[in-house]
């Protein structure tokens, strides 16, 4: 095949998936011709395609786009960046942050990874026409999609509770396909406003961390813990938070809680044994600055033996 020496041209052709036919991909520059079998770069396209949307075909690559536009306004009304729409991934962690479900939306932006690497999987294996494991990838992908599912209706309930709205919102999240409508709604209609924002949230959180102080006292146990955290995934996961008070010297005081509730994490906070953002004063004395000091003037109880 021959082209008549015009200047430039570009044909151009995407093979979407389901569709078998032979594509040619022709670039013509000044007098040369270059022909590029499209096999490569077709597949190519498709695998970024995949990760970005999540999808191949046309209708749920359209669904997608009005995810992000939707989210869009979201993310703008809750005080956030909007561009994070635009982010595959840290969309969906920075939307559970506006519905005030971090820990939900890890999960939810983890099974978005899950869905595109094995959709760039699917298309890998069906450019090298390995039909057998392709297969099998089918499986995996429903199985994800119905996590994602029950997590996308974590997080959206607790848009219920930041827009005050009915429950029965949460239909219409069930599907990638209707879960928009919502988003639209809430992020677009005036009438729908948030409760708070997210940086108005970790604003206040701080204001009562600073003001909620516990005096000092030259005698006694003093307590000023700002937070106890540690790193999971990628992300701090918050054990103890703002905890102030003062014990005067000869009271005694007992902790009650339920298992897990952190009495065993604020006593080590407490006596230097973990260490969190905290100012620990005993008789004056800092606890955590003046460790070695101390060693002798507090007494613990272990937990467990230790013998």
Same mark, same amino acid.
């Given at each position: 095949?021959?082209?008549?020496?015009?200047?430039?041209?570009?044909?151009?052709?995407?093979?979407?998936?389901?569709?078998?036919?032979?594509?040619?991909? &022709?670039?013509?520059?000044?007098?040369?011709?270059?022909? %590029?079998? $499209? $096999?490569?770069?077709?597949?190519?396209?498709?695998?970024?395609?995949?990760?970005? !949307?999540?999808?191949?075909?046309?209708? %749920?690559?359209?669904?997608?786009?009005?995810?992000?536009?939707?989210?869009?306004?979201?993310?703008?009304?809750?005080?956030? /960046?909007?561009?994070?729409?635009?982010?595959? +991934?840290?969309? *969906?962690?920075?939307?559970?942050?506006?519905?005030?479900?971090?820990? *939900?939306?890890?999960?939810?932006?983890?099974?978005?990874?899950?869905?595109? %690497?094995?959709?760039?999987?699917?298309?890998?294996?069906?450019?090298?026409?390995?039909?057998?494991?392709?297969? %099998?990838?089918?499986?995996?992908?429903?199985?994800?999609? @119905?996590?994602?599912?029950?997590?996308?209706?974590?997080? !959206?309930?607790?848009?219920?509770?930041?827009?005050?709205? /009915? /429950?029965? +919102?949460?239909?219409?999240?069930?599907?990638?396909?209707?879960? &928009? @409508?919502?988003?639209? @709604? +809430?992020?677009?209609?005036?009438?729908?406003?948030?409760? +708070?924002?997210?940086?108005?949230?970790?604003?206040?959180?701080?204001?009562?961390?600073?003001?909620?102080?516990?005096?000092?006292? $030259?005698?006694?146990?003093? @307590?000023?813990?700002?937070?106890? $955290?540690?790193?999971?995934?990628?992300?701090?996961?918050?054990?103890?938070?703002?905890?102030?008070?003062? &014990?005067?010297?000869?009271?005694?005081?007992?902790?009650?809680?339920?298992?897990?509730?952190?009495?065993?994490? !604020?006593?080590?906070?407490?006596?230097?044994? *973990?260490?969190?953002?905290?100012?620990?004063?005993?008789?004056?004395?800092?606890?955590?600055?003046?460790?070695?000091?101390?060693?002798? *003037?507090?007494?613990?109880?272990?937990?467990?033996?230790?013998?």
């Amino acid at each position: 095949m021959h082209f008549p020496e015009t200047g430039r041209r570009l044909l151009f052709c995407l093979r979407m998936p389901h569709i078998d036919y032979g594509i040619m991909f &022709i670039f013509v520059y000044n007098d040369s011709n270059l022909y %590029l079998r $499209s $096999s490569f770069m077709v597949n190519f396209l498709q695998l970024i395609i995949a990760v970005y !949307f999540n999808a191949l075909e046309p209708h %749920l690559i359209a669904f997608r786009l009005l995810y992000i536009v939707g989210a869009w306004g979201l993310l703008k009304k809750s005080g956030l /960046k909007p561009a994070w729409a635009l982010v595959p +991934w840290a969309c *969906e962690y920075q939307l559970s942050r506006c519905a005030n479900r971090e820990p *939900e939306g890890r999960v939810y932006s983890l099974t978005g990874v899950a869905i595109s %690497l094995l959709t760039a999987a699917e298309v890998y294996l069906r450019y090298s026409r390995n039909i057998s494991l392709s297969v %099998l990838v089918l499986p995996l992908l429903m199985s994800v999609a @119905i996590m994602r599912t029950i997590y996308t209706l974590r997080v !959206f309930s607790g848009f219920i509770e930041v827009y005050g709205v /009915k /429950k029965t +919102w949460l239909i219409l999240c069930v599907f990638d396909s209707t879960v &928009i @409508i919502p988003m639209f @709604i +809430w992020g677009y209609d005036k009438r729908y406003q948030p409760e +708070w924002e997210v940086e108005d949230l970790a604003a206040e959180m701080k204001r009562l961390a600073t003001e909620g102080s516990a005096d000092v006292m $030259s005698e006694g146990l003093t @307590i000023n813990l700002q937070e106890r $955290s540690v790193r999971e995934f990628l992300h701090k996961n918050m054990l103890l938070r703002d905890i102030h008070l003062a &014990i005067p010297k000869g009271h005694l005081v007992v902790l009650l809680g339920g298992s897990g509730a952190g009495k065993t994490t !604020f006593l080590n906070a407490v006596n230097g044994y *973990e260490k969190a953002k905290a100012e620990i004063m005993l008789n004056g004395h800092n606890v955590y600055t003046q460790y070695k000091d101390m060693l002798y *003037e507090v007494g613990v109880v272990p937990q467990s033996e230790v013998m």
